[in-house]
């Protein structure tokens, strides 16, 4: 019933930033939690970011410092800004959203997903 659009992503070079945009469809994104999520190939997919209803944010240690969620609730949309890119950022980065309005690292804690936006880092 909620759908959840990314978009931003890009091939990019070490160093460069990229933002991306997740799109939210209905009447209560403001009470959702919500989060960002990525997948490289053959590997599991992990938590990168997450922000409340109440706007608290939370990060894994590999992009704290260099990555920014954000969210815009009269456009209810999410952002991951991403500074300082670097190869081990390759990956297909999903948003997710928790109706609960909480934050969480356990991709299980959220219900609704997007389809995903490529990143890729060179060298």
């Known amino acids: 019933q909620v759908q959840l659009v990314e978009s931003g992503g890009g091939l990019v070079q070490a160093g460069d930033s990229l933002r991306l945009s997740c799109a939210a469809s209905g009447r209560t994104f403001r009470n959702y939690g919500m989060g960002w999520f990525r997948q490289a190939p053959g590997k599991e997919r992990q938590f990168v970011a997450a922000?409340?209803?109440?706007?608290?944010?939370y990060y894994a240690d590999s992009v704290k410092g260099r990555f920014t969620i954000s969210r815009d609730n009269a456009k209810n949309t999410v952002y991951l800004q991403m500074n300082n890119l670097k190869p081990e950022d390759t990956a297909v980065y999903y948003c997710a959203a928790n109706k609960r309005g909480s934050a969480s690292w356990r991709d299980f804690d959220y219900d609704y997903w997007g389809q995903g936006t490529q990143v890729t880092v060179s060298s």
């Open positions: 922000i409340t209803w109440s706007t608290d944010t």
